[in-house]
């Protein structure tokens, strides 16, 4: 690592608490440079300099570093799944489930999660935390309000009955935000939720190193209660989960082991 970027990484964890040696080096270098460049800093310490004087800058970098694409039913197949084999796995009567959505971007995810508790289990009363990093992402997904891209793979009966269309947008209905705790929640700082009965983390771990996405594993089986799933991206199938307490039950979903 040059010793401008070295410098850079330590100044920004120190300021504002983001582990950049966490996220994959090449990729993340690529990405900051080219920004930097853009604004006219021909080296990171000016860049970062000028970061902590500049809120409008700070939330450029920001979006640079986290990659914050999502739609709902991601994936629609897996999505499947988790309706027809794991949430009945995980809670087959009525009752209590406890979910978080770590890493949920502007909200699609905790949404449709929402979304197919209603539709198609009514007997759980589900609690759904959803998470990220990023607060500017986590106002969007509070705010509930999308653009058409977004609902292509969401079943056209449930976009109907989810969604009130205004001009441009698709606006959620407000009986799903009332079961949503949107927070903010850094995976590689803070303490991390105790007996979550499903952890959805998709297309986030991608971007972290293998030893941060070791740590993160690791947390998540402590954090999942008996019996308990965690549910991960379509390219993020881990090696070796029985490493962390894990088994794989389907493609994609991890359920804790017993001990
Ligand atoms: C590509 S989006 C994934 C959204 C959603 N889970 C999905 O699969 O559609 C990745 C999200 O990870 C968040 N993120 C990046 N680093 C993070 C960290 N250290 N802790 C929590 N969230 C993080 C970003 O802010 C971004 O919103």
């Known amino acids: ?65 986290t990659i914050n694409v999502s739609e709902f039913y991601r994936n629609p197949k897996r999505w499947e799944v988790l309706k027809d084999t794991i949430i009945p796995l995980i809670k087959p009567n009525q009752g209590e489930l406890k979910i978080w959505s770590a890493a949920c971007s502007t909200g699609e995810e905790p949404y449709s999660i929402a979304i197919l508790l209603k539709e198609y289990f009514p007997g759980i009363q589900p609690t759904i935390l959803a998470t990220d990093i990023d607060e500017k992402v986590l106002e969007r997904a509070k705010t509930g309000a999308y653009l058409e891209q977004a609902l292509k793979d969401l079943p056209k009966s449930l976009k109907q009955k989810y969604f009130t269309k205004n001009g441009e947008l698709f606006e959620v209905d407000p009986t799903l935000k009332r079961l949503i705790n949107f927070k903010k929640h850094n995976l590689l700082e803070d303490n991390y939720p105790k007996n979550v009965d499903l952890i959805v983390c998709r297309n986030v771990l991608i971007y972290f190193t293998d030893q941060a996405k070791d740590k ?44």
């Open 1 to 65: 690592m040059s010793d401008d970027y070295h410098l850079f990484t330590e100044n920004i964890y120190m300021k504002f608490g983001i582990d950049l040696k966490q996220y994959k080096e090449a990729q993340m270098k690529r990405r900051l440079t080219s920004l930097r460049d853009k604004r006219g800093f021909h080296d990171f310490q000016k860049y970062y300099i000028a970061l902590t004087k500049e809120t409008e800058l700070l939330h450029e970098f920001m979006d640079r570093i």
């Open 216 to 259: 993160i594993y690791h947390n998540f089986a402590t954090s999942l209660s008996q019996n308990g799933v965690l549910f991960v991206g379509s390219t993020e199938q881990i090696f070796s989960p029985n490493k962390f307490g894990l088994k794989l039950i389907d493609t994609f979903f991890y359920q804790k082991e017993d001990k």
